[in-house]
């Protein structure tokens, strides 16, 4: 019998790379909206990652008798200081304007100065207490334009070397092999299968 998991998160990207994570594993992942008839807006006031995913995994998981994830994640340009960071989701109203911002801001930087790092805190909560966090983290290059269909948020500017290609010209299978968030939610199912008895 396939484990529920529900994970915390409007963001339809991420919920679309969860579940095809998931697709052939014991596990099976649930958004808010099939689990719950009541809609909560989370404010993620955490000043970090790690803060932010245990926020929304908690805030469900204290209403739900399934175990709950939280993930918050963002891109981080080395040469603006970490910019936009936990931001990621708020420095512009939609993801063009977003890029747009990036691309700007890096109008004149070449080589090294565009390098930038997905990183993400995904958060395991189970009845009201955090479980654990499991940090993954990617880095690449930012494009000069954006490049790509695929994926969601920065993906198109997100220039990945091994694979010579953006986030957003690969499948969410292949993201989810090097992604963060695949390298993330990598940790927390080796850690739920070493620790079955966690969550039952
Ligand atoms: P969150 O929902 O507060 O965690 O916002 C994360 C934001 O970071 C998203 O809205 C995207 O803009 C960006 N982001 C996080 N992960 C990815 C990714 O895998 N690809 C592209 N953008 C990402």
Same mark, same amino acid.
């Given at each position: 019998m396939h484990k529920i998991l529900i994970l915390s998160t409007k963001n339809p990207g991420k919920l679309r790379e969860f579940k095809s994570y998931f697709k052939d594993t014991d596990y099976i992942i649930k958004s808010m909206d099939e689990v719950f008839k009541d809609h909560y807006d989370i404010e993620e006031?955490?000043?970090?990652f790690e803060e932010n995913a245990i926020l929304k995994a908690l805030f469900y998981s204290k209403i739900s008798d399934y175990p709950v994830i939280g993930e918050d994640s963002g891109l981080s340009v080395e040469s603006l $200081? #970490? !910019?936009?960071?936990?931001y990621s989701a708020r420095i512009g109203k939609t993801d063009e304007e977003r890029n747009r911002i990036i691309l700007d801001k890096l109008k004149n930087k070449k080589g090294e100065e565009r390098k930038a790092c997905f990183i993400t805190v995904i958060a395991l909560a189970f009845k009201g207490k955090t479980i654990k966090t499991f940090k993954g983290k990617v880095c690449g290059y930012i494009t000069e334009k954006p490049t790509g269909e $695929? #994926? !969601?948020?920065y993906d198109p500017l997100f220039y990945y070397k091994p694979l010579k290609?953006?986030?957003?010209?690969?499948e969410p299978e292949i993201k989810n092999l090097y992604s963060h968030r695949g390298r993330a939610i990598k940790k927390m199912v080796k850690y739920l299968n070493l620790n079955k008895n966690i969550i039952l």
């Open positions: 006031t955490g000043a970090s $200081n #970490g !910019f936009p960071g936990v $695929n #994926g !969601f948020g290609k953006t986030f957003a010209q690969i």
